[in-house]
């Protein structure tokens, strides 16, 4: 079975700080993808960032960066310089390849302090 | 960039009612759409997995008769909640994919709120 764990149900960030999400996961497969979801109070899921499990450099994007540590099923999620627009439900999901299928994790939400 | 809608946003009905859920792409084809459900303070469960022109495939331990999907065009698809219960009252959320792109272009909708009394 594949499984998606976020230990953090909820973080808390200073504005201009940054912040690291913690998200772990495990899957017998090896070809696979991690993926950062967003999800605003709008309930409007954004992709945030993407990491394909062949590639040993870290997928960045702006100020997101991830942390991917395959031998240890770990993905974390840093966001640098957080703004008042980062505030939000955040997603940590796992799709094998070959299927459409995403595995989320349970979220945790992040409250950006002015 | 696409965007894909739901209606309604929200809907409230009685114990034994019918509800249905639109989920559209509004500027893009979509061969395939997807049904997740979130409840409160969870992760998106996915449902069933809707292709145009063909019967829906249901994730295990989803009761199909209850959740029925309908795709009948590239830019619809719908769920019904069939004789709605309170157990059943949930966050509602569709994505799409447009044919010819990766498993992982998948543009969510906003998502209906189901509220059954």
């Known amino acids: 079975a594949q499984t998606v764990t976020q230990s953090q149900p909820e973080m808390s960030v200073q504005e201009a700080e940054t912040v690291t999400l913690s998200c772990t996961y495990d899957?017998?497969?090896?070809?696979?993808?991690l993926f950062w979801y967003k999800q605003p109070p709008s309930r409007q899921m954004i992709l945030v960032i993407r990491q394909e499990a062949y590639k040993q450099q870290n997928a960045t994007e702006n100020r997101f960066s991830v942390n991917f540590q395959k031998a240890a099923k770990s993905f974390s999620l840093k966001i640098s310089d957080s703004q008042l627009g980062d505030a939000a439900m955040y997603f940590c999901a796992l799709r094998t390849s070959g299927t459409y299928k995403y595995i989320f994790g349970t979220g945790t939400r992040l409250k950006v302090l002015a | 960039g696409a965007v894909v809608s739901q209606h309604p946003s929200w809907v409230i009905c009685k114990s034994g009612t019918s509800v249905k859920i639109e989920c559209r792409s509004l500027d893009f084809q979509a061969t395939t759409m997807f049904w997740y459900r979130q409840f409160p303070k969870q992760s998106l469960m996915l449902m069933a997995t809707?292709?145009?022109?063909?019967?829906?495939?249901?994730e295990q331990g989803v009761e199909k008769d209850k959740f029925l999907i309908n795709h009948a065009s590239l830019t619809l698809s719908t769920l019904t909640v069939t004789s709605a219960h309170p157990e059943d009252s949930s966050f509602y959320i569709c994505?799409?994919?447009?044919?010819?792109?990766?498993?992982?272009?998948?543009?969510f909708g906003p998502g209906t709120r189901l509220t059954v009394l």
């Open positions: 994505s799409a994919r447009p044919p010819g792109t990766s498993a992982d272009t998948q543009y």
């Open positions: 899957t017998s497969e090896s070809d696979y993808y």
């Open positions: 809707s292709n145009e022109g063909s019967k829906a495939t249901y």
